[in-house]
């Protein structure tokens, strides 16, 4: 049986890295009973895989795992029973029962799903001007940039990964654009947002491309805006992680939707 899991991870779990984070979970399988099932051979690992990690004191209600359990068990007693035992600050959000591989097929994580992913961004001083300039960026057509790479640096232009900004204030949304290449509402951000850590209420939600063909990275966003708006330093700042997403039909949609 598969299983995909979304779940919260606030407040001082932030500090958490990802290998504590599945470690934490693969001991909540056992408090809570669930029958986790294991790989054969000499060294038996538990059938779980987690999508892209997150990044150390980010915050997030949209992280996904999928795991294999050797017996059928109902998704609201899943999500009840693993709540029951998680710690105040990581809560499991969603499950959803996938279907079985078929015989010889290739295994589909979803890690290897994703390609987008919603961010809101939040900046203990917001300078004057700096609303204007994410804007105009949102205006250009294209924007490079260095980009750090395992093997050095290549351009990377960051204005053709980017497909939506919009400013959040106080519980209200206020777009600056938005491609619709994303499918995600503003009732979708406000519930994801819940929980983020954010300097008088306010941020910027922003739209990425994510994974292993084109992956930008928050913190790589947001230094590329401000050494294009003129700004020499980035003050303070805390990055919420809202969702991550697949594709379907040429559009992305948040992972729990893809059932695959």
Known sequence: MRVRVRFSKTGSSRFLGHLDIMRYFQKAFRRAGLPLAFSEGYHPHPLLSFAQPLSLSFTSNGEYFDMELTEPVEAGEILTRLNSVMCEDISVNRVIILPD????????????????????????????????????FYSEKSYLIE???????????????????????????????NDE???????DMLASIDGANLFDDKAILVFLDAG?????????????????????????????????????????????????
């Open 101 to 136: 591989y078929k015989p010889n097929a290739k295994k589909i994580t979803g890690m290897a799903l994703i390609t987008g992913a919603a961010y809101a961004i939040s900046l203990s001083e917001m300078a004057e001007g700096i609303c204007d300039a994410f804007r105009r």
């Open 147 to 177: 980009k750090a790479t395992k093997t050095g640096t290549r351009d990377c232009d960051l204005r053709a990964g980017v497909h939506g900004i919009a400013f959040y204030d106080g519980g209200v949304v206020m777009p600056v654009g």
């Open 181 to 187: 290449t994303f499918r995600y509402s503003d009732a």
């Open 212 to 260: 292993s063909e084109q992956n930008i990275p928050a913190d790589l966003f947001l230094k590329g805006v401000m050494n294009y708006a003129g700004f020499t330093e980035i003050p303070a700042r805390t990055v919420h992680r809202m969702d991550l997403f697949g594709d379907i039909s040429d559009r992305k949609v948040p992972l729990w939707m893809i059932e695959s």
